[in-house]
């Protein structure tokens, strides 16, 4: 079993930024690819950016593309989203999720483990 647990959300200015991390304990999780996910209140959780397990492959959704960096730190068992130039209509709950497959995996439907979720709101 993997537990994802994640940090780094905040209130943050419009134009400003946050870094999320996505950390947990188990040594299987660096063989996992990662995605994050955000669901704001009264909409569909959507894809935000995904890796592949050794950092090599990554894909992003295009609203957020120039903006967000998503990387990894198997040594620490740590996916980092860094997140710039927010803005208002990044606010929502971001989830990380790792699944038991392979290459770079951009469906909800497709990972097996999940975090809590933290809050990240973006004030204009």
């Known amino acids: 079993q993997v537990q994802l647990e994640e940090s780094g959300g905040g209130l943050v200015q419009a134009g400003g930024s946050l870094r999320l991390s996505c950390a947990t304990s188990?040594?299987?999780?660096?063989?996992?690819?990662v995605g994050w996910f955000r669901q704001a209140p009264g909409k569909e959780r959507e894809f935000v950016a995904a890796?592949?397990?050794?950092?090599?492959?990554?894909s992003y959704a295009d609203c957020v593309k120039g903006r967000f960096t998503i990387s990894r730190d198997n040594a620490k068992n740590t996916v980092y989203l860094q997140m710039n130039s927010l803005k208002p209509e990044d606010t929502a709950v971001y989830s990380c999720?790792?699944?038991?497959?392979?290459?770079?995996?951009?469906?909800?439907?497709?990972?097996?483990?999940w975090g809590q979720g933290t809050q990240v709101t973006v004030s204009s």
């Open positions: 999720a790792a699944a038991r497959s392979i290459g770079v995996i951009t469906a909800v439907h497709e990972y097996d483990y």
């Open positions: 890796i592949n397990w050794n950092g090599g492959s990554t």
């Open positions: 188990g040594r299987t999780f660096r063989s996992y690819p």
